[in-house]
């Protein structure tokens, strides 16, 4: 079982609409959970981090579920600029590491 | 807004020839990262430092990479004898780990092309 699995997409919406990815991880110790975007060719920005209690952060909504190893982005209002690639990413139970799953990619069509 | 900076932006080098990647991190950042990405694969740690030594390394961080932080502000990644498979971005990050979650940031990546 990869360490961190996301569906890779494309999901292809119009501006405007609601889209939601997910991912599960296999480590249940993993203690840190984030979002992260890349641009093509580009770093991986940090988008927000996900807290137990679920965290909202203007159109984006994270949500961590630790007993089913599963973490999810909501993204509302979708805008042409949110196209982009979006990473899960946790880090380990005694380490800084962060492990990266291949990310989903996302592209809002006018 | 404080960044992390990388350079060269591009390096181009010819197999068995040694490399170093510079990075400056955040300047009140303490643990100092470095990650690779293949082109069309993920994101891979290699290595982190702290306190001026290695805290983890991965299994692709073999006896041809070594890391520096040179002076108070550079940190450096060395490839000792370049491979083609060793073509690939390389990340810089760094992070301050007194903050809850020791959230990550990272540099525009150096692209290395091995010929």
């Known amino acids: 079982r990869k360490e961190v699995e996301q569906d890779p997409g494309p999901f292809n919406v119009p501006e405007g609409a609601t889209v939601a990815f997910n991912c599960t991880y296999s480590n249940s110790a993993s203690q840190s959970f984030f979002w992260y975007r890349q641009d093509c060719r580009k770093e991986p920005k940090l988008l927000m981090s996900?807290?137990?209690s679920g965290n909202e952060d203007g159109r984006f909504t994270a949500q961590l579920n630790r007993a089913s190893q599963y973490i999810s982005l909501l993204i509302r209002d979708s805008k042409l600029s949110d196209s982009a690639t979006y990473l899960c990413v946790v880090s380990g139970d005694s380490s800084y590491k962060l492990i990266f799953g291949s990310g989903t990619r996302l592209l809002v069509r006018p | 807004e404080p960044e992390v900076t990388q350079t060269p932006s591009h390096q181009v080098t010819q197999m068995g020839q040694e490399v170093i990647l510079r990075c400056v991190p955040i300047?009140?950042?303490?643990?100092f990262y470095w990650y690779r990405q293949i082109l069309g694969q993920k994101v891979e740690f290699l290595v982190s430092f702290y306190n001026n030594e290695i805290s983890e390394k991965s299994e692709i961080f073999d006896d041809q990479f070594s890391v520096e932080r040179p002076d108070g502000s550079n940190f450096t990644l060395k490839i000792r004898s370049t491979k083609l498979e060793d073509s690939a971005m390389y990340f810089c990050?760094?992070?301050?780990?007194?903050?809850?979650?020791?959230?990550?940031?990272f540099g525009p990546g150096t692209r290395l092309t091995v010929l």
């Open positions: 996900v807290y137990s």
């Open positions: 990050a760094s992070s301050d780990p007194g903050t809850r979650l020791n959230e990550q940031f």
């Open positions: 300047s009140n950042h303490l643990y």
